[in-house]
């Protein structure tokens, strides 16, 4: 072969030579299990489907529980499938802290006294028991081989800035039982919580440590709060403190709904993230697995085109 063949071939088969630089690939694509598949089993099919080498675990498909709340041995046995299989976990999504903040238990709209004293009391009991629920989720962090976990702020109040302080608080110690694991602990930026835009946690990052605290970043989280997500909203993000990406089908599929997806993974190569995307679905209308599959399509597109 000569060698202008030689090298022509190389940018062929390799999209980061490409004539515009870095290029996020396919080998970084990660999905949430219980989004694109119906069992664990349908789980690992779609992403030998694909290709893909990283998932995403929160509710394990088709049962009840969250894989980090899994007993000791349930989690050594949903790690070996992981594991025979080739798939390795990018992140374990706990849905920890989506609960009213305490001292803050407004009534909400539509919610009669009654439902707010029953909703108040599941979650008082709820945080009391948290830091067995960490103990247990850090536990199983180890045994699927994982070391960063997602976290809320909290149900989002009237006020979200006036919670900062005391969400930083209550996170703080969370964080300082996460560096003796040596895990990381990311909030995501959901709607219904007190940090959200990029705005919101661009200044709540600079309350928490450094060393082991990020985020989860989904920009369309942000675009259902009227922020454009992307340029303007990433611009103001700390990029170091971004630990985990996540897309959700409507940004890739949904005209009305749609994120620069290109222009996204191009300036996370460029600001030198180097965790993964991760797909959360999202349809809440019976077809989330149809659009799970139509979601990873449309990214290969965006990432090979």
Known sequence: MHRRQFLASIAAASPL??????????????????EAAASPEDAIVFAHRYGLKWMELREVPGAKGHYGLLSEEEAHKEAKRFFENGIKISFLNTP???????????????????????????????????????????RNCHIYGVDKMRVFTFLR???????????????????????????????????????????????????????NFGFNWDPLNGADLKEVPFPDGYAKLPKDR?????????????????????????????DGYTGCVGLETHYFDGTKIEKSHKSIEEIRRILVS
């Open 96 to 138: 920890f802290f989506k609960i009213t903040l305490p001292g803050n238990e407004e009534l909400r709209a539509n919610e009669t006294p009654e439902k707010r004293d029953e909703r108040i009391a599941k979650h008082k009991a709820n945080f009391e028991g948290r830091k067995q629920n960490f103990e247990t989720a850090f």
């Open 17 to 34: 030579l490409g004539a515009k630089g870095p290029r996020f690939e396919m080998n970084r694509i990660s999905f949430i299990s219980d």
């Open 157 to 211: 109040t009237s006020e979200p800035r006036s919670t900062f302080q005391q969400v930083a608080d209550i996170l703080g110690e969370v964080t300082d039982w996460a560096a003796k694991e040596e895990i990381k602990i990311l909030f995501e930026n959901e709607t219904s919580c007190n940090v959200v835009t990029c705005d919101e946690c661009a200044d709540f990052l600079k309350l928490m440590p450094q060393k």
């Open 242 to 270: 971004i630990l985990n990406v996540q897309v959700k089908g409507k940004s890739l599929l949904e005209a009305d709904k749609k994120l620069d997806w290109r222009g996204i993974f191009t300036a996370l190569v460029k």
